[in-house]
């Protein structure tokens, strides 16, 4: 079962304009995280957001995470051809003992035109 | 440095035959995740392994699915009697850190990509 659910299921916009991605989770969680996956490839970590932390900068990147409406958005700022790959929220949570699950949502399709 | 290795990277099969999927984790990293990629999909969880022990594998769907990791290094993902709904992308992940330190990104390989005709 899956436990995000982003938003939009797909987007496509031109070079140089802002994306924004929403992800929507059930439970609470230790963390979130952003990957990217270009077609045909496996899953590259984008950045980590602890579920005390309200917002996070890495580069063109933004994270924001509300816990009390459980969501998270991903916006990249600027955006180039390059950026065209569909992206992924992770949630963790405390699945007991000593191991940790990472369960991953459906993803947003991203498409930037030149 | 090597990332996670995975091989084959696309592999055929008829219904009813097994098939052994293989990872290569980075060295050194302790914990190794198995997930599913339906196609348009997220990953499904499968199983996870610390070291070699095999700590949780409550996301394998069947008894046709089983995992090892015997010397806590390379891994395998073995299917046996395929079917159909079984195709799919295969991905291995590791990370350096236990599952004590929730706090990690994870390592991805580029997948296996089995077709069950």
């Known amino acids: 079962s899956q436990q995000g659910e982003e938003d939009p299921q797909a987007l496509s916009i031109q070079e140089g304009e802002n994306a924004t991605m929403n992800c929507s989770y059930k439970?609470?969680?230790?963390?979130l995280q952003w990957y990217r996956q270009n077609s045909g490839r496996g899953l590259v970590h984008l950045i980590l957001i602890r579920s005390n932390e309200r917002e996070k900068h890495s580069g063109r990147l933004r994270v924001t995470l509300d816990t009390s409406k459980k969501s998270s958005s991903l916006l990249i700022t600027a955006s180039r051809a390059a950026d065209t790959a569909s992206y992924f929220c992770a949630t963790v949570r405390n699945s007991g003992g000593s191991n940790y699950k990472l369960t991953f949502g459906k993803g947003t399709l991203l498409t930037v035109n030149p | 440095g090597a990332g996670v290795s995975q091989s084959p990277r696309y592999k055929v099969a008829k219904r009813g035959q097994d098939v052994a999927l293989r990872c290569d984790p980075i060295?050194?990293?302790?914990?190794l995740f198995w997930y599913q990629q339906a196609l348009g999909q997220g990953p499904e969880f499968l199983t996870y392994?610390?070291?070699?022990?095999?700590?949780?594998k409550s996301g394998l769907p069947s008894d046709r699915f089983f995992a090892e990791r015997p010397e806590g290094s390379v891994s395998t993902l073995k299917i046996q009697r395929t079917q159909q709904e079984d195709s799919a992308v295969y991905l291995c992940?590791?990370?350096?850190?236990?599952?004590?330190?929730?706090?990690?990104?994870?390592?991805f390989g580029n997948g296996t990509r089995l077709t069950v005709t």
């Open positions: 992940a590791s990370s350096p850190y236990s599952g004590a330190a929730r706090n990690s990104p994870l390592h």
């Open positions: 439970t609470s969680i230790n963390n």
């Open positions: 392994f610390q070291n070699e022990a095999q700590l949780d």
């Open positions: 060295s050194g990293h302790v914990s």
